[in-house]
C-alpha cells in the first residue's frame, strides 16, 4: 500500500493551495481517507476526513470554512483544497487511508487509521 502526498509549499497568508494525495495497492473507493497535521513538537491531530462515498465529510474546528476535503475514486486519490492560510496551518500534512465496510462513516482520530503517506510540508509566512 502506497500513499503519496504532494501539493505542499511556501505560501503567503491568505493564500490557497491544494494538496493531492494518490493512494495505490489499497481499494480506494472501499476505504475511508483523512488528512492530518503535524507541527513541530506537537501531536498528529486531524484536519478533515470523509467517506468511502464522499458524502460524509469531517473538518477541525480550526479549518471550518477555509478547507475542503474531496476525494475522486476513479483517480484513487483525495484532495485537501486549503483556502485563507494562516501561519498556524504550517506543519507537515499526512493522508491516511482505512479499509470500511460502511458507505457513510468517517474517523477523526490517528489510532483508526492502517495506512499513511510520508508526508508533504506547508509552510504559510505572515
Known amino acids: 500500500v502506497q500513499l503519496v502526498e504532494s501539493g505542499g509549499g511556501l505560501v503567503q497568508a491568505g493564500g490557497s493551495l491544494r494538496l493531492s494525495c494518490v493512494v495505490s495497492?489499497?481499494?480506494?473507493?472501499?476505504?475511508?481517507m483523512g488528512w492530518f497535521r503535524q507541527a513541530p513538537g506537537k501531536e498528529r491531530d486531524i484536519v478533515a476526513a470523509?467517506?468511502?462515498?464522499?458524502?460524509?465529510?469531517y473538518y477541525a474546528d480550526s479549518v471550518k470554512g477555509r478547507f475542503t476535503i474531496s476525494r475522486d475514486n476513479a483517480k484513487s486519490t483525495v484532495y485537501l483544497q486549503m483556502n485563507n492560510l494562516k501561519p498556524e496551518d504550517t506543519a507537515v500534512y499526512y493522508c491516511?487511508?482505512?479499509?470500511?465496510?460502511?458507505?457513510?462513516?468517517?474517523?477523526?482520530?490517528?489510532?483508526?487509521?492502517?495506512?499513511w503517506g510520508q508526508g508533504t510540508q506547508l509552510t504559510v509566512s505572515s
Open positions: 470523509i467517506s468511502r462515498n464522499g458524502g460524509s465529510t
Open positions: 495497492g489499497l481499494t480506494f473507493s472501499g476505504s475511508i
Open positions: 491516511a487511508a482505512v479499509f470500511s465496510d460502511n458507505a457513510r462513516i468517517m474517523y477523526d482520530h490517528a489510532r483508526d487509521y492502517d495506512y
